[in-house]
Structures are given as C-alpha cells and as structure tokens.
C-alpha cells in the first residue's frame, strides 16, 4: 500500500526531475525548429554531460565548475560533430525523416559504446553542489542540489528567452524554424544555424546531466531513458515549442513521481512511456498545440 | 443518362469559399470540361468530388447514389476514378507493375493467394497481366513496359498515370489537368486518347488550363471563377459567353491559348 | 491502337545469374556451419533466427515503407509466451510457439490501429515507445517472467518424443524455416497484395485514388511482421534454451536494422544475407567482441549515408521494385 504523506515530498523531487526533462525537450525543439530533424542522439549529450564531468573531476581533479565548463563545451563540439558527420551528408542527399531518424539513434548507441570502452559499465556518479543539509519547510526536505537544479533550469531558460528574443542570432535561428526558404534569402547562413542549433542543444543536454548526476548517477547507458524522457517533454508541451517542452518536463516529472508512489519504481519508465502514447494517440499537438 | 451529379456542393477554408454553391451534371457521353482561371476553385472541385476533401455544404451524387463524404478508395471502387495534377507515379515500380497497380480494383485476390497461389489467383494474375499490356499498348508505352517508371519522359509519364487510372476500371475518369508541361504534339495525342476513352463508354471530367485542348475535346464546358460556376454549355457557346470573356480575358490577356503556358498552382 | 511512338527499351543488365548471388551465398554459409558444425553452426543458426525478424520487418519497412522501432515487442511476446508455457506450464512447443504468434498479431492489431494513424517522428517514437514498454514489462512482472534472472530450462522444438537438439538438427529447421519465409515475401512481392504495399510505399494519394484502402494495408504488413518477429523470437527461445529481458531489447533494434541496411531494405533476398553477414562478421575479429554494438552502429551511419539501399541491391535488377 502506498504512503501517500510522502507526496509532497514526492511532488518536490519530481519537479527537479521534470527541470532536467524540460531542458532536454528545449534541445530536441532547438534542432527541430532549426532543421526539422528530431534528433534521437539527444540522450547521448545527457549522458555525457554528467559523464565528463565526472572523469575531469573524480580523475583529474579538475575543480567542479571547471570541470563542468569543460564537459558542457566538448559535449557542444560533439553536437557540432554529429551534424557535420552524420547529419549534414544525409540533410544533402535529402534523406527521408525516417532514416535521419535511425541515424542518429545509431550515433547515439556509438557514443554509448565509446563511452563504455572508456570508462567501463559502473555507475559514476558527483557531489552534490552544495554540501549541506536540506532545508526543511514542514515536513518538507529541499535539498541544495533541488536548489540548483530548479535555478539553474530557469536561468537557462530565460537565458533562451533572451537569446531567441534579443540577439541577432536568435532571432536568425527563429526565422528558419518559420521558413527555412525564406530565412536563406535573406542571408541568412541556414548550414550554420544549424550547426549551432546541434552546438546548443547538445549544450542544453550536457547542462541536464550535471545538473541531475549529484542526484542521481550517470552511467553509459542513461541518455537513452532521458532522451525519451526529454522526447515526452516536448511531445507534451506541443512540439517545437521550446517553452512548452519545458512545462511538458515538469508534468511528466511530477506525474512519473505520483506513479512512483502509486505503483513502484520499477514502473516509472512504464508510466511515461504510457503517457507519451496517450500523447500520440488523442493529442499528438501537445497541451499547448504543436509550433507549424 | 447522369452519370455524375453536383448539388450546391460548397466548400470553405477558414473564411475563404474556395468551392461556392457549384451545382452540374455530368452525362454519361463524352466528354465535360471544368475551366476557369488559376484559382477559381477546379482542383479544389476534383478533390470535393473524389473524396479527398469532404464539402462543407451540398450533395454529390454519382449515378443516382449520394457518395458525398464517403472515403476516396470507396469512391474508386465505386468506379469513379482521379488523376492528380501533379504526375503521382509509383517511382520505384516499372511501368507495367504501375498499371498493375492500377487493376487493384479489377481484381480479389488477399494474402492468402498470394502465398498459396491457387488456380484461381493464377487466372487473375494472367488476366492483369494481359489487360495491363493491353493499356500500354493503347498509352503508347508498350515497349517501356520494364523501364521503372521515374525513369519515363514527363510527357510519357503522364500517358503512364492515364493508363494507369483506366486499369481501375472507372466508369467516370476524373482528369486533373492532364496537358500540364506537355508539347503540342503531346496534347494532340492525348486529346484523341481521351476521345477515344469517352468513344469506349467511360464518362470523361477534365479539369483544364490549355484551351486549345479543351475546344478539341470536350463536348460540354463548366466554367467556373472565385468558387462558383459562371457558365455552361458548349465549347462554342461558352466562347462566345460574355461572362467568360470577363472572367478569362478581362485580365487584359489577349488570348484564350494564354493560360495555358502558366504553371497553375491548385485552383 | 498506339498514338504515341514507342521507343525501344536499352539493354537491360542480364539477371538470371546475378540474382542467384545472394542465395548462393547464404546456401554456402549455411552449408559450411553444417560440416563444421558446433560453434559455427550456432553463429548460423543465431543468423538464420534473425533472417526470420528481418524478414517480417522488411515486409513493413522495405515493402510498404513503414516505420517501427518497436518490432522487438513482437519477438518478446512470441518468446517469453513460449518460454512461460513451455518451460513453467509444461505445454509442447509448438501449440505454446503458435500461441505466441497469434498473442503477437492480436496485440499487433490492438496497438497498431492507433499508432499507424501517426506520421513521422510520432509514428517513430510511438513505436520505439512500445518496444521499450514491452521490455519494461519483461524486467518487472517478475512472478512471470523472473526479471534480469530470466527463465531457464526451455525444451527444444519437436513433436511429442521428436526433438531437435542436434546442432546440425536445429541448422537444417531454420534453414527451412527461413527458405519458407523468404519464398512467402517472394510470392507476396510479385501478387496483388504486394503491389498494393509497393503503392502504399509510393504514394499513398495515389493508392487511394486507385481504390487501395491504404490503412488496412498498413495494418496488414504490421500483423504480418508481427506474426514474423514472434516466430523469430519464439525460435530463439526454443533454440538456446534460455531468454532474458536482454535479448529482446534496443540491442535487437539497432541489430535488425544494420543486417536491413546491409542485406538491402526492400529486396526479397536482402534480410538473409544482412543478417548472415552482420552476424558473422563480429565472429571473424573475436578480439573485437565488446566492440560489436559500437560497429553495427558506425556500419549502419555509414551505409545510410553512402549505400542506402544495401548490398542486396548490388544484385537486383531494380533497386527496391
């Protein structure tokens, strides 16, 4: 029988979770608003994010911000990577959607392997941020990690706010999510929006996966879950919407904490997978109706 | 006798009427043109009629039976069969396996024929076989039988998806601009193609921008401008309709060979 | 009566022999593990169940040109309904096998009625979705399927005292096994059935207007794959005795799709030699065995960027017609 006085505590934890959902769905909507394409490697960034970040740290001593700083700019060069090597040949030879598809899900599981080749199959895992004990309001524990979690998710998306609002570039990429045609037009280099667009949403997932690794723990082969955790997200919230896809995040994440509750870990992934084809089937535009 | 018969059938896009109160019939003989300008609503018509597109308003009845709302490939199986403006052909098939398609409706035989191939399948596999030769032949296209079909010329494409629509068996054949990007002496072919369909007993509705083609051919005119018919009758008596000297030349074009030289996007 | 002239048709590249490559070449892999037999014979006999899944999925993704990623639920249910029955209800193998393929149709046809309406990137996850909720389920409905742990002790097929067990045995059933299911995609490719599969593939507005009930069609090549994946995977179970979550996980997904790729999406003799090739090559560099996933990948992005429709089609006279 469930204990249903943990349920606010439940619901706190769920909403850190659903932050980092939330920012891998704004990736999944950076690159598809930029290309078209949905980009399955997405768990990979994740995964790595947390997973760099713990070698500099844990190996090389890197200090943690350091060694956080370095993670997200490599995981950004191997977003640039996979579009160059394996997007931008299929995107040229006007690949269906289908196989863009499956070569990104194949790219993710070379990361994957990479990865697990490097630093083997046991879970790695990071300190906490801020090492001391919880704040309690009632009953109610909110770690430190929560803390950064939740801030750092809202900075960034106000700093996307910013960025697709105010600058040059963001709007640029804006206008190739509206019309790719008319964007080139009108100068604007559409190849290397979405270079950047891999670049930024990689980031986006790196960030995700330092933010949750104290929390949780990485090991080679989590950015699968989280990808399609992120997938959900961005279904939820009405795809290519990068705000949605982050209020999609958080939903998905208190609901997979109810479902935890009510019918076991070992569900969790059974619930939002259930969710995400109740999505597609009834209401495959979102919560919010999808962007196009 | 009416073989095809349109009541009121509107059709709104948002606040655009792009199909507005349209009613004509089609008889049974011969062959009835729908024209007008680039989007006065023809294609639009082609798509309320062939199900692809239910109407906000009205009734489409053919040969007595009201098929208004019913889904497309019930339509064709009922015998009233669409091209489409642009060429849709099976790229990766060859053109024999395209009018092969193309006899779907001809035929019965499921998964279980396939995979025992009784006599009765076999007979059926020979019959489309034979009737499927028998169109290319009378395309023209015979002798390209295994070519695959994206590897034919664009005129010889557009002969491909005609024979292909005839293998359906239609007793109405719905043309949706079928001289489009073809030569003269492409369309001088295919106008006595079309004759000689209508002459075998299959009711012939074209929808067309190449007036030359339309006065060879048709036997009767709709002309239709902003979604709603503005004249009816013959070729020679629609030519010398007021309206439709309005509608067609009022644009300061000087010629009625004019439109069809001009790319039409969906009418 | 011709109006148009016809032109003459060009030389057309000689067929007969060339096609007979890929089928010469699977009979003498398979002829090979035969006389050797032992380790061999099991890396054949694994390639051979294989064929069985991607044959089924190319009658989906080659000859209609669908997609799923969640084929592998299909092959689940077919080997773990086998394996409970079998192995813990103590039912012969083949009732519990044609059970596990009709509980795979049926579910098929349950699941597949909403997801093929989806399109794109919905229609892929919607898929990859019930793969990995199948997979869920096999992990935890442990008073089942025992979880990570996995049911053991799953009797070889046969009926009543007839069973195979012999390597060589096992290698002769599941060569005609797949010799069956390819002269099945044969026949459905040149029958009316396929053809409507080849227009769905093609333009589904042009099916349509021709009378094809294109969603019908669509469910009819799912229920077919389906049926082909449960076998599959029911052959697995029978064959190594043992199944686990793992065997029927996103592992599976990725594999299936290189060995489609490799052998030639769309082709009749393509499942086969994919699945032969991409089953033998990781076993010519043992040293390479942890580095078997990472390959099938890197194979797999390279033959979609540069040979899109495989090696299969090297040998076909019309790529994928």
């Known amino acids: 029988m469930a204990d249903w006085s943990y349920i606010p505590q439940v619901l706190v934890s769920g909403l850190g979770i659903g932050c980092v959902y939330g920012l891998i769905g704004i990736g999944f909507c950076v690159i598809y608003n930029a290309s078209g394409i949905v980009n399955f490697a997405q768990g990979a960034f994740v995964m790595l994010g947390g997973m760099i970040t713990h070698v500099l740290f844990a190996r090389n001593g890197v200090p943690l911000p350091l060694a956080a700083l370095v993670a997200v700019a490599a995981v950004a060069a191997l977003g640039v990577a996979i579009e160059r090597v394996v997007v931008r040949p299929l995107w040229n030879r006007k690949a269906t959607m289908f196989v863009m598809i499956l070569a990104t899900l194949a790219a993710q599981i070379v990361v994957e392997r990479l990865t697990l080749i490097a630093v083997g199959d046991q879970p790695k895992t990071l300190p906490v941020f801020t090492d001391r004990p919880p704040l309690m309001i009632g009953p109610v524990a909110i770690g430190y990690q929560l803390i950064w979690i939740v801030g750092g998710s809202l900075a960034i998306v106000a ?39 891999f670049a930024l949403s990689a980031a986006l997932g790196a960030i995700a996966g330092i933010l949750i690794t104290p929390t949780q723990y990485t090991a080679f082969n989590v950015g699968v879950p989280f990808a399609i955790s992120g997938f959900i997200a961005a279904i939820v919230g009405g795809f290519g919407r990068p705000f949605g896809a982050f209020l999609g995040g958080l939903l998905l994440g208190l609901l997979q904490a109810l479902a935890i509750v009510g019918f076991g ?20 535009s979102g919560i919010l109706g999808a962007a196009k | 006798m009416t073989r095809l018969r349109l009541e009121g059938v509107t059709r709104r896009f948002g606040g655009l009427v792009a199909v507005d109160d349209v009613s004509f019939e089609v008889p049974a003989d011969g062959v009835t043109a729908v024209i007008g300008p680039n989007g006065a609503g023809k294609t639009t018509l082609f798509n309320l009629i062939s199900g692809f597109l239910p109407p906000s ?28 403006q642009l060429v849709k052909l099976f790229e990766d098939l060859s053109v024999l396996d395209n009018v092969k398609v193309g006899c779907h409706l001809q035929g019965k035989a499921g998964l279980f024929s396939a995979l025992l191939r009784p006599a009765s399948a076999r007979r059926e596999e020979q019959a489309v076989e034979a009737r499927s030769r028998e169109l290319l032949a009378f395309a023209g296209l015979a002798a390209m039988a295994d070519e695959p079909a994206s590897a034919l010329p664009y005129g010889r494409q557009r002969m491909l998806e005609l024979a292909r629509a005839m293998a359906a068996g239609p007793r109405l054949i719905l043309l949706d601009e079928p001289a489009a990007g073809l030569n003269t002496e492409e369309s001088a072919a295919l106008s006595r193609i079309i004759r000689r369909i209508a002459a075998d007993g299959t009711s012939v509705l074209l929808i067309e921008h190449d007036m030359t083609l339309v006065m060879n051919t048709a036997d009767r005119v709709v002309v239709v401008d902003f979604g709603r018919k503005i004249a009816q009758g013959t070729p020679g008596e629609v030519r010398a309709d007021p309206a439709v000297i309005a509608a067609y030349l009022g644009t300061g074009k000087s010629s009625a060979n004019e439109p069809a030289t001009q790319e039409a996007p969906h009418g | 009566m011709t109006i148009l002239p016809s032109t003459t048709s060009p030389d057309r590249r000689p067929f007969g022999l060339v096609g007979l490559l890929p089928w010469l070449f699977a009979a003498v892999v398979v002829g090979y593990a035969m006389v050797v037999g032992g380790y061999a014979a099991t890396v054949v006999s694994f390639a051979l169940i294989y064929a069985v899944f991607v044959t089924g999925l190319n009658l989906f993704m080659g000859f209609a040109a669908q997609v799923s990623f969640g084929q592998n639920a299909f092959a689940a249910i077919g080997g773990y309904l086998s394996a ?7 039912w012969p193998p083949l009732p519990a096998m044609l059970l596990g393929i009709a509980a795979a149709v049926l579910v098929a046809a349950i699941v597949g009625f909403p997801t093929l309406r989806l399109k794109g990137h919905y229609l892929a996850m919607g898929t990859l979705a019930i793969g990995l909720i199948t997979y869920e389920i096999t992990v935890e409905w442990q008073s089942v399927t025992q979880g990570y742990m996995g049911i053991s002790g799953i009797p070889p097929i046969g009926i009543g005292p007839y069973e195979v067990t012999s390597d060589r045995g096992q290698l002769i059933l599941l060569s005609l096994v797949v010799a069956a299911c390819a002269f099945a995609a044969a026949r459905i490719r040149r029958s009316r059935f396929g053809r409507a599969l080849s227009a769905v593939a093609g333009s589904e507005e042009a099916a349509t207007a021709l009378g094809i009930e294109v969603a019908r069609y669509k469910l009819l090549a799912f229920l077919l794959s389906a049926g082909f994946a449960a076998l599959a995977g029911s052959l697995f179970v029978h064959v190594v005795g043992f ?29 086969l030699v994919g699945a032969l090739i991409v089953s033998l090559l990781p076993e010519t560099f043992r040293a390479f065995k942890d580095y078997q996933d990472l390959a099938y990948g890197a194979v797999l992005i390279v033959l979609l960027i540069y040979a899109p429709r495989g090696l299969a089609s090297l040998f076909s006279p019309r790529g994928r017609s």
Do not use: W
């Not at chain 1, 640029?172 to 964007?183: F, G, K, L, P, T």
């Not at chain 1, 870990?265 to 495959?284: D, E, Q, W």
């Open chain 3, 243 to 271: 199944v686990s979550p793992e065997v029927f996980g996103l592992h599976m997904v990725i594999v299936t799709f290189t060995m489609l790729y490799v052998g030639g999406i769309g082709t009749v003799a393509g499942p």
């Open chain 1, 159 to 197: 700093a996307l706010a910013a960025f697709f609002g105010l600058t040059r570039t963001g709007k640029a990429m804006r206008a190739c999510s509206i019309n790719r045609e008319a964007a080139a037009l009108q100068g604007i280099p559409v190849s290397r929006m979405l270079a950047l667009a």
């Open chain 2, 57 to 84: 308003a009205g009734r489409i009845l053919f040969e007595g039976k009201d098929i208004t709302g019913r889904p497309p490939a019930q339509i064709a199986a009922g015998g009233l069969v669409r091209t489409f």
């Open chain 3, 84 to 90: 409970v029955l079998t192995a813990s209800h103590g």
């Open chain 1, 265 to 284: 870990a070992g569900l969790k992934n059974v619930a939002a997978l259930s969710v995400l084809l109740l999505f597609l089937f009834i209401r495959p």
